[in-house]
T-cell receptor
Framework: DADVTQTPRNRITKTGKRIMLECSQTKGHDRMYWYRQDPGLGLRLIYYSFDVKDINKGEISDGYSVSRQAQAKFSLSLESAIPNQTALYFC?????????????FGPGTRLTVL | QKEVEQDPGPLSVPEGAIVSLNCTYSNSAFQYFMWYRQYSRKGPELLMYTYSSGNKEDGRFTAQVDKSSKYISLFIRDSQPSDSATYLCAMILSGGYQKVTFGIGTKLQVIP
């Protein structure tokens, strides 16, 4: 079984709709991250969380929100989706010292906003 | 100027060739350097992780860091078709948690 899972794997939605992307992990890691990947721009950090009560904005958090429901679950919401949020979204996790910089990625969610 | 520059390719090589993948960076404070491999329709997976300058070898893969030139490389010896993927360099500043800065990735195709 995969250590980091994401649902859904693919999603097509319309402008203005609210959607949620979910991430679950069985690695026992405290740290979780949400990235988006765009051609020519690479991976960019949206939000990160070091534990259930510690959530931080990344470099491109506008238009997104997150919820850390438990150590193993971290959800990303688009409150009102817009076409330029069409991208590949990845969840990642990392452990504590000394390996906290080694991130493990989920399989990704391909989101299309029409 | 981007903090991390990486040629997107694609790079096509014959099976058995030695592959050299490279990144340059502008921030001399980067201390941790990584290479991720990403197969099509999959998430990135950590391939190599090095701290500061020097070389690190793992099987057919060698990661090299030259901090004086702000240049990192990944060498793949005896390349195989299964090495066909996108390779992303990544780096982190020193001290505590710092966000990971990724290159855009180089797409590699190894032709049988």
């Amino acid at each position: 079984d995969a250590d980091v899972t994401q649902t859904p794997r693919n999603r097509i939605t319309k402008t203005g709709k609210r959607i949620m992307l979910e991430c679950s992990q069985t690695k026992g890691h405290d740290r979780m991250y949400w990235y988006r990947q765009d051609p020519g721009l690479g991976l960019r950090l949206i939000y990160y969380s070091f534990d259930v009560k510690d959530i931080n904005k990344g470099e491109i958090s506008d238009g997104y929100s997150v919820s850390r429901q438990a150590q193993a679950k971290f959800s990303l919401s688009l409150e009102s989706a817009i076409p330029n949020q069409t991208a590949l979204y990845f969840c990642a996790t990392s452990g504590g010292l000394p390996t906290y910089n080694e991130q493990f990625f989920g399989p990704g969610t391909r989101l299309t906003v029409l | 100027q981007k903090e991390v520059e990486q040629d997107p390719g694609p790079l096509s090589v014959p099976e058995g060739a030695i592959v050299s993948l490279n990144c340059t960076y502008s921030n001399s404070a980067f201390q941790y350097f990584m290479w991720y491999r990403q197969y099509s329709r999959k998430g990135p997976e950590l391939l190599m992780y090095t701290y500061s300058s020097g070389n690190k070898e793992d099987g057919r893969f060698t990661a090299q860091v030259d901090k004086s030139s702000k240049y990192i490389s990944l060498f793949i010896r005896d390349s195989q078709p299964s090495d066909s993927a996108t390779y992303l360099c990544a780096m982190i500043l020193s001290g505590g948690y710092q966000k990971v800065t990724f290159g855009i990735g180089t797409k590699l195709q190894v032709i049988p």
